[in-house]
């Protein structure tokens, strides 16, 4: 049971900040339980993808970004991570060659987001992508656009000249978010090449959820849903502890079944 894993698994949230208490509380006790190996408190997982106490106190994006950053270099020392984090990466994106500079992928999408909010053909082509992040901030021209020309909402992860260990970070590749600029609700699928559902899965659940709200009401939108994929994903729990989360759940966990 704790090796069990799926291929190309899609779990699909419509309100990714609400939880259930109940449900919470159990899956928090029984990963306390665990101490071999010891497991990081929901929250941290959270904060490792998005800041929400930060962000909680922060009136704009530019505030969060540079605030962050502020501490970005004493926390990969703290955490023990020389690559950092997700959400270091996705607000200081290692420039492309001969532009050094960190691209802040979020302010980014903010900003194409605000401005093709009210184009109705810009419904349903921010397509994620696997390129490098452009050092081009020029947005699409929304009222006539060039063949074939589609503008870019996505936020990298990997980048492929540092990450270069297999089993390394980062497990999660990109994000990327969808308009419907009928409705002003923006969408976000997010991709994993590979998910330890027990160990991290509530915690990256519920930070793209706060993610996804971040980007679309700093855009003057509502925050939608949240689908996920993940190449493999990998159980990583007994079968008693999946039974005590289903019993908490009322329904299969996590799509992988007893």
Known sequence: MPNAKGYHTVVRIADPRREDP??????????????????????????????????????????????????????????????GTYFGRLIAYPGADGKPEPVDQVARIISRLEKL???????????????HVADSDTPPNEDAPSPGEEPSAEALVRVPALDTQTLDFPCLSHCSFQLDSATGTVHLAAYYRSHYMFDRAYGNYLALGHLNAWVATQAGLTPGTLTVMAGCARLGCTKAELATLQRSNNTPLFGLGA
């Open 22 to 83: 109940h449900l919470r509380a159990e899956l928090d006790r029984l990963r306390a339980a665990r101490t071999k190996p010891q497991l990081y408190p929901i929250d941290t997982v959270v904060n490792t993808l998005f800041p929400t106490a930060l962000a909680e106190n922060c009136m704009t994006h530019a505030e969060l970004a540079a605030r962050y950053r502020q501490f970005y270099p004493r926390l990969k020392v703290v955490q023990r991570n020389a690559h």
């Open 117 to 131: 909010s009210k184009s109705a053909q810009w419904n349903a082509v921010y397509e994620a992508g696997i390129a």
